[in-house]
């Protein structure tokens, strides 16, 4: 498709609004002292039917058309922002495993995780939701996203509440961190088994499922993808940085032209290739980031900030405008669902974690502190609502349902956790540590 010049005019008019309300708006949120994130969803949600369309209807639908090349072009940055986003989140996912929090971790992951999980699994199966389904949903997949919906934590709105509140190197953070890794990653691998249980038309089969002439539902499909998720990360974990360490060799040529372009093309390459197994590309992303989080050389760690600091500036601020822009809270949000949808997923997850951590050995003040933090679904549930809407799982009412869990959870969340900074309390009960942070080892002698 080329574009003629009124077409690009309307093209870059459209992202100026967005990169212009996304950073304001997300600039206005850190001032606010809560995550940039919720800002960048509200800049869209102030261009989108919510606002701007039930102001002036005319100009809403004229700035951000529903056909032609600014949806497409905005479309094609949104999924990149999406792949970017997972990229940058799998490769700050080193360092936040350590002994000395190993048995309150295991607890929490486990427990807060599980029950969770279990609890939304039981609900959907009892309740009559088919009005929360998408067109192309099956009871399967329906079934995992609601649970996931339910267990999910957030890894980058988390550790971006506590970079600000100064408290990102704390034990407390080590523990928020590694659960939320170790609970993502099952999550994730459960959710893109849930993608590829949803009904599909023959034309859209691509790929080794193609060949294998595996359909999309049914045991065989459910196995596959099983299969595939796990062998696809298990072979890029065991594999991925003895893969990258020979691709980055000092011979290859487009390493050597240009660093940020070799991993660039890493992190696409791995995501075509998740996409022709039939694992979702995010989950491709996702790896690509751990595998280069492995090297710790000074170009690969310059390359990885740069990405970040380009990917931030631009793909993933307009990700979360987008995904402001497709809320119609006025027509597509029911409050009536919400609110006890609401309080059962927190209620839940909250004593879950609450649970694990006692089981921990973790003092109630921090065992609560915990609680609160890891209820916020942040970045991932945004992913969750947004991947499982675009794959017409769930509806749009759903979808609405689920980005403002994402946003309420992380807003009460940093909103706790710097009450409990600002008020001088101990964030997790360590002997002589003010704010959660390990004691000084003591001295010989």
Not at 58 to 73: D, H, R, Y
Not at 298 to 324: D, H, M, N
């Amino acid at each position: 498709m080329t574009l003629d010049t009124p077409e690009l005019a309307h093209v870059l008019l459209a992202l100026c609004l967005l990169l212009a309300a996304a950073h304001g708006c997300g600039y206005a949120m850190s001032r606010l002292r809560q995550p940039r994130v919720i800002g960048e969803i509200v800049g869209g949600l102030l261009l989108g039917p919510t606002v701007l369309g039930a102001v002036a209807p005319g100009a809403g639908s004229a700035l951000f058309p529903p056909s032609g090349a600014v949806p497409a072009v905005l479309d094609a940055i949104y999924q990149l922002g999406l792949l970017f986003l997972m990229f940058t989140a799998g490769a700050e996912m080193r360092g936040f495993f350590h002994r000395r929090e190993r048995r309150a971790l295991t607890w929490i992951s486990v427990v807060g995780m599980l029950l969770p999980f279990a609890a939304g699994l039981a609900v959907v199966g009892a309740l009559p939701l088919q009005g929360l389904h998408g067109a192309a949903a099956t009871d399967g997949a329906f079934v995992l996203v609601f649970g996931i919906a339910v267990a999910i934590t957030s890894i980058p709105v988390i550790s971006r509440i506590m970079l600000d509140l100064g408290i990102l190197d704390t034990s407390f953070a080590r523990i928020v961190l590694g659960v939320a890794v170790v609970e993502d990653v099952v999550l994730y691998i459960l959710f893109a088994v849930a993608l590829g249980l949803v009904a599909q038309d023959p034309g859209d089969s691509w790929g080794l499922p193609a060949i294998l002439g595996i359909g999309s539902s049914g045991t065989a499909s459910v196995a596959y993808h099983v299969v595939a998720e796990l062998g696809f990360l298990g072979a890029m974990m065991a594999a991925g940085p003895w893969l990258y360490r020979k691709l980055s060799h000092r011979y290859n040529p487009v390493r050597r032209g240009n660093h940020i372009g070799f991993e660039l093309v890493f992190v696409l390459s791995l995501s075509m290739i998740a996409m022709w197994l039939g694992v979702v590309p995010l989950l491709g992303a996702f790896v690509a980031g751990l595998v280069v989080s492995t090297s710790t050389g000074i170009g690969a760690t310059r390359a990885r900030e740069s990405i970040k600091a380009f990917s931030f500036a631009f793909f993933i601020p307009v990700y979360f405008a987008t995904v402001g822009l497709r809320l119609d809270l006025l027509r597509e949000f029911s409050l009536v669902f919400f609110v006890p949808f609401f309080l059962f997923a927190c209620v839940v997850k909250s004593m879950s974690v609450y649970a694990g951590a006692r089981l921990g050995g973790e003092a109630p003040s921090t065992s609560r502190n915990l609680a609160v933090a890891l209820n916020a679904r942040g970045g991932p549930g945004i992913v969750l609502a947004s991947v499982a809407f675009d794959a017409r799982i769930i509806s749009a009412s759903f979808y609405s349902s689920l980005v403002m869990l994402a946003v309420l959870t992380s807003l009460i969340a940093g909103s706790w956790l710097g009450r409990i900074v600002r008020s001088g309390h101990p964030i997790r009960e360590v002997a002589d540590d003010r704010l959660g942070q390990d004691p000084p080892a003591a001295s010989a002698g």
